[in-house]
């Protein structure tokens, strides 16, 4: 894939934090409606990367290029104009609002005045724009029918469709999911394969994950991190049967990775 037909695509990525070294010369290229996993141990640097992604870290170098056009690495104000969104490992939602009113929060581009104002209903106009999107969203995670519910209410498994739900009402084209089976049952964990797959249809999707069956049912490429350098890159049975994976990670007879 070269560069105008990736979505998202990073060369050469180094992260320092004083003297440790988190990323060295990583590389990352996510296609056009593609899922991709980042997967490795902890401290491996997926979270670093991530956040280099997301203007949290700023690298010491490296390329970034969104649509084949190479670029400053974002700014976390400038997400949402470049169509990228993430969920985080906390859910990080509001429990004393309603599950649309922690969605509509996530719709903050949409408003002409402040964010918590106009995502609460001080602009009706604003409000109201804001509020359709939100429930075009909950459903989307089969979350409508409990749009009204206060989020501290919510089961864990809930707490996830609403955090995607938040995500999703910036419309973006590239979705970053932070351990998005993390916590969940056997169940739950295949409707959260069915709904990435279910999203990739309408954008790009990079993940982060420990589940070894999500990854390799849902994505068509894997980067392996080990010590913050690429050790194996391609589609998922190839990396399962890479060597230096096996051993980094996975182990005989492993669901996750360590």
């Given at each position: 894939m070269n560069k105008k037909s990736a979505a998202l695509q990073v060369e050469r990525v180094n992260v320092s934090f004083g003297g440790l070294r988190a990323l060295q010369d990583v590389y990352l290229e996510v296609g056009k409606n593609e899922v991709v996993g980042l997967i490795g141990p902890n401290g491996a640097g997926k979270t670093t990367l991530f956040n280099a992604l997301c203007g949290l870290v700023t690298p010491d170098s490296g390329d970034f290029h969104l649509n084949g056009k190479k670029s400053d690495f974002p700014k976390p104000h400038e997400l949402v104009d470049l169509g990228i969104a993430r969920t985080l490992q906390g859910v990080g939602l509001f429990g004393d609002l309603t599950v649309l009113e922690n969605v509509m929060i996530g719709a903050q581009h949409l408003a002409t005045t402040g964010l918590i104002s106009a995502a609460l209903g001080r602009n009706r106009k604003d409000e109201a724009r804001i509020r359709d999107k939100?429930?075009?969203?909950?459903?989307?995670?089969?979350?409508?029918?409990?749009?009204?519910?206060?989020?501290?209410?919510?089961?864990?498994?809930?707490?996830?469709?609403?955090?995607?739900?938040?995500?999703?009402?910036?419309?973006?084209?590239?979705?970053?999911?932070?351990?998005?089976?993390?916590?969940?049952?056997?169940?739950?964990?295949?409707?959260?394969?069915?709904?990435?797959?279910?999203?990739?249809?309408?954008?790009?999707?990079?993940?982060?994950?420990?589940?070894?069956?999500?990854?390799?049912s849902v994505c068509s490429k894997l980067y392996v991190l080990n010590f913050g350098e690429v050790i194996a890159s391609g589609d998922a049975e190839t990396v399962r049967r890479d060597p230096a994976v096996m051993a980094a990670y996975l182990g005989t007879g492993s669901n996750h990775v360590a």
């Open positions: 939100a429930r075009v969203a909950l459903e989307r995670v089969y979350a409508g029918g409990i749009a009204h519910r206060r989020a501290d209410t919510l089961s864990y498994p809930d707490t996830k469709r609403v955090s995607i739900a938040r995500a999703l009402v910036s419309e973006p084209s590239i979705l970053m999911l932070d351990e998005p089976a993390g916590g969940l049952g056997t169940q739950d964990i295949e409707w959260m394969n069915q709904l990435i797959k279910n999203l990739s249809a309408d954008m790009s999707v990079l993940l982060v994950e420990h589940h070894m069956d999500v990854v390799m």
